[in-house]
């Protein structure tokens, strides 16, 4: 980091406001609180630290990828990047002056028009942090439509999503509920439909789930709405090329995690919440909706339809006031989906189910391992292997392979439970590859 002022600068300024050095300024703040100094190496020219850090990542080791759990390895395209880094994309600023913002806007309206499409719903937001935000922002909107305080979700819920949910609504007086599970992974319809009742504001359905299985989305739809709750689906975009869209089976809400769209998962971030809803409920959405008008002179213009952000005109009754745009990665997302098209997109979602099953099917056939492939899936499936999930992965890492999500990080009754997700990039030379260095364990 930078820091522009001088040693002269900063004494200057400590003089004038009484204090001696940096510590006595700080000194308020309790010592285990501070932030040990730094022990620096000497400065490098730029030329030594270009050399020194290429030798730093001469020594990666690339592992083929396996895991999913969230973040998706996707085939990018080389024009999402070549067209979202120009300039005008790259270095333009939140878009409240609709007259110098046309380009922005337009473009945060074709991604609205993209996920409107994708997801088969009526509206969609202009993005939002990512995938659990968007979640727990529609969960909300729900309560405060409804008047009721109960959220119920699945058990196998992403459990990150679970922590946002739960981080939002620890004050406000709303409870959670989780729906039971069958054994084969997937949502007891009969303990749901006694789950319901009449203070449920909705049920957040996720599929596929965590663990990668398809759930009924149809009968859940049927049984939520029965009760009076509203329905937020949590969906995998890639997954909507070959199986039903949230609009087709009637969810009020449908939201998902955009990183599959033409963004690299960058060790985790950053994600791209998107969020779309029926037309009833586009003035509890929050956030940003671009929409079409005509100026004076009876032109095409992009303005803000909706600014439901506490420092605009709404202020204290906002529906949020968390709800920044994710404009870059909402531009890879509809540079992506421009580029696919409905045909590529559905072809890309054949590749990961066929992909995905084919590795399944070989896990299945060696001795010790299994998979599940009773439970429809996507791209993501659970292996039960004969030791510890950390131990596999650890042998599979040092064959180059980077085998999957543990869940037993998450549940210590699942420590033999290995999540495995195979996308369009892993080849079918690859999926032996990971067949082979598995039955050596």
């Known amino acids: 980091m930078f820091i522009p002022n001088t040693l002269e600068d900063q004494k200057a300024m400590l003089a004038k406001i009484g204090a001696k050095d940096i510590k006595e300024l700080l000194a308020q703040i309790p010592q285990e609180f501070l932030y040990p100094a730094l022990d620096l190496p000497q400065a490098l020219t730029e030329q030594e630290l270009a050399a020194h850090v290429q030798e730093l990542a001469a020594k990666n080791k690339p592992l083929k990828n396996f895991i999913g759990a969230g973040m998706y390895e996707h085939f990018i395209p080389?024009?999402?990047?070549?067209?979202?880094?120009?300039?005008?994309?790259?270095?333009?600023?939140?878009?409240?002056?609709?007259?110098?913002?046309?380009?922005?806007l337009q473009t945060i309206y074709e991604f609205q028009s993209c996920m409107c499409a994708l997801l088969n719903m009526d509206v969609a937001t202009a993005s939002h942090y990512d995938g659990a935000t968007a979640m727990t922002e529609a969960a909300l909107a729900a309560h405060r439509i409804t008047g009721r305080k109960e959220v119920v979700v699945s058990t196998l819920l992403h459990p990150h999503y679970k922590e946002v949910l739960k981080t939002y609504t620890r004050h406000m007086g709303i409870s959670l509920v989780e729906a039971k599970v069958t054994d084969d992974g997937v949502l007891d319809l009969e303990a749901l439909k006694a789950q319901l009742n009449d203070q449920?504001?909705?049920?957040?359905?996720?599929?596929?789930?965590?663990?990668?299985?398809l759930e009924e989305a149809q009968a859940i739809s049927s049984l939520v709405h029965a009760a009076g709750a509203l329905l937020v689906a949590v969906v995998n975009p890639i997954s909507l090329g070959?199986?039903?869209?949230?609009?087709?089976?009637?969810?009020?809400?449908?939201?998902?995690?955009?990183?599959?769209?033409?963004?690299?998962?960058?060790?985790g971030g950053p994600g791209l919440g998107v969020m779309t809803a029926k037309k009833a409920y586009v003035r509890q959405l929050p956030g940003?909706?671009?929409?079409?008008?005509?100026?004076?002179?009876?032109?095409?213009a992009f303005v803000l339809t909706l600014q439901a952000r506490e420092q605009h005109i709404r202020r204290e009754k906002a529906a949020s006031n968390i709800c920044s745009n994710e404009a870059l990665c909402a531009l890879n997302a509809v540079i992506y989906l421009t580029l696919l098209g409905p045909k590529g997109l559905q072809e890309v979602a054949q590749l990961n189910l066929e992909r995905a099953h084919t590795l399944a099917e070989k896990i299945n056939a060696m001795s010790g391992f299994a998979v599940n492939t009773k439970t429809p899936f996507f791209n993501e499936f659970i292996v039960q292997c004969p030791v510890a999930a950390a131990e596999v992965i650890k042998k599979m890492a040092a064959k180059g392979i980077a085998?999957?999500?543990?869940?037993?990080?998450?549940?210590?009754?699942?420590?033999?439970c290995l999540l495995v997700c195979a996308t369009e990039m892993r080849m079918p030379e690859d999926l032996q590859a990971y067949a082979d260095a598995l039955g050596g364990i």
């Open 78 to 104: 080389a024009a999402v990047p070549a067209l979202s880094s120009r300039g005008e994309f790259l270095t333009a600023y939140t878009p409240y002056q609709a007259e110098a913002s046309q380009g922005t």
């Open 403 to 416: 085998a999957g999500y543990d869940l037993g990080r998450l549940c210590p009754q699942m420590k033999n």
């Open 200 to 213: 449920t504001a909705c049920f957040i359905l996720q599929t596929p789930n965590f663990v990668g299985h």
């Open 288 to 300: 940003r909706m671009v929409g079409i008008a005509k100026d004076k002179d009876g032109k095409r």
């Open 242 to 267: 070959v199986v039903q869209t949230p609009g087709e089976y009637d969810a009020d809400f449908a939201v998902c995690e955009g990183q599959p769209l033409g963004n690299s998962m960058s060790f």
